[in-house]
C-alpha cells in the first residue's frame, strides 16, 4: 500500500524553526513531483510548497518565500519542509502530497495531488 508519513511537527514559540519530513513508501514517488499543503482550523487547505520530480525547480506561496526551504533526497522518496521564522499564523496542520502524474514541476493546485499524509501539527506560539 502506497503511503506518505509525515513527521517533525510540535510546539515552537514564534521565531523559531522547525523541519518536516515525508516519507513515501514506495519508489514510484521517486518520478513525482511533491509539496506541502497546511490546513487551520476553520479555513481551507491552502499550498505552501512544492519541488519537481528531479528535485530542481521549487515553486513557494508567497506568504512563506524566504522562510520555508522545500527539498528532497537523492533517492527521492523523502521531502523536507524547513521553516524558520515562523510566525502565528503559520499554525496549521501541515500534509505531505504526491503528484496524480510522474514528472510534474511542482504544482500550486491541490487537485493535481493524489496522495496526501495524515498530517502534523505544527504550532507557533506568540
Known amino acids: 500500500q502506497v503511503q506518505l508519513v509525515e513527521s517533525g511537527g510540535g510546539l515552537v514559540q514564534a521565531g523559531g524553526s522547525l523541519r518536516l519530513s515525508c516519507a513515501a513508501s514506495?519508489?514510484?514517488?521517486?518520478?513525482?513531483?511533491m509539496a506541502w499543503f497546511r490546513q487551520a482550523p476553520g479555513k481551507e487547505r491552502e499550498f505552501v510548497a512544492a519541488?519537481?520530480?528531479?528535485?530542481?525547480?521549487?515553486n513557494y506561496a508567497d506568504s512563506v518565500k524566504g522562510r520555508f526551504t522545500i527539498s528532497r533526497d537523492s533517492a527521492k522518496t523523502m521531502v523536507f519542509l524547513q521553516m524558520n521564522i515562523l510566525k502565528p499564523e503559520d499554525t496549521a496542520v501541515y500534509y505531505c502530497a504526491a503528484a496524480k502524474f510522474a514528472r510534474g514541476l511542482g504544482s500550486s493546485n491541490r487537485y493535481d495531488y493524489s496522495y496526501w499524509g495524515q498530517g502534523t501539527q505544527v504550532t507557533v506560539s506568540s
Open positions: 519541488i519537481d520530480w528531479r528535485g530542481v525547480t521549487t
Open positions: 514506495a519508489r514510484t514517488f521517486s518520478t513525482k513531483a
